[in-house]
Nanobody, 121 residues
Framework: QVQLVESGGGLVQAGGSLKLSCSASGRTFTNFAMGWFRQAPGKEREFVAFIDWIDDSTRYADSAKGRFTISRDNKNTVYLQMNSLQPEDTAIYYC???????????????WGQGTQVTVSS
């Protein structure tokens, strides 16, 4: 059974930082892209960042560029370092895995349960 488990969410003041982690189990995700998405109340789930398995290339949403960094270590753990957090970053953050990297959440096959990130002003 495939499992993606996120951790590291919490409450932080504007300007602060958080590092999210996602551990994958149940299969090997070496040949999978890993991504982060987020969903704020009343809004559609949106792309944040992904890292591709081929060459560890990365892509970020415009809102994340320059502030967030996605990385992976042993191919089954992915991280999202978030700096300079703002209240508009408040959302549930989801980890996802898929054979093909894509900015559309509908294209991703495997999902974690999400971790809440709340940024106070």
């Amino acid at each position: 059974q495939v499992q993606l488990v996120e951790s590291g969410g919490g409450l932080v003041q504007a300007g602060g930082s958080l590092k999210l982690s996602c551990s994958a189990s149940g299969r090997t995700f070496t040949n999978f892209a890993m991504g982060w998405f987020r969903q704020a109340p009343g809004k559609e789930r949106e792309f944040v960042a992904f890292i591709d398995w081929i060459d560890d290339s990365t892509r970020y949403a415009d809102s994340a560029k320059g502030r967030f960094t996605i990385s992976r270590d042993n191919k089954n753990t992915v991280y999202l370092q978030m700096n300079s957090l703002q209240p508009e970053d408040t959302a549930i953050y989801y980890c996802a895995a898929n054979r093909v990297a894509n900015t559309s959440y509908r294209a991703w096959d495997y999902w974690g349960q999400g971790t809440q990130v709340t940024v106070s002003s």
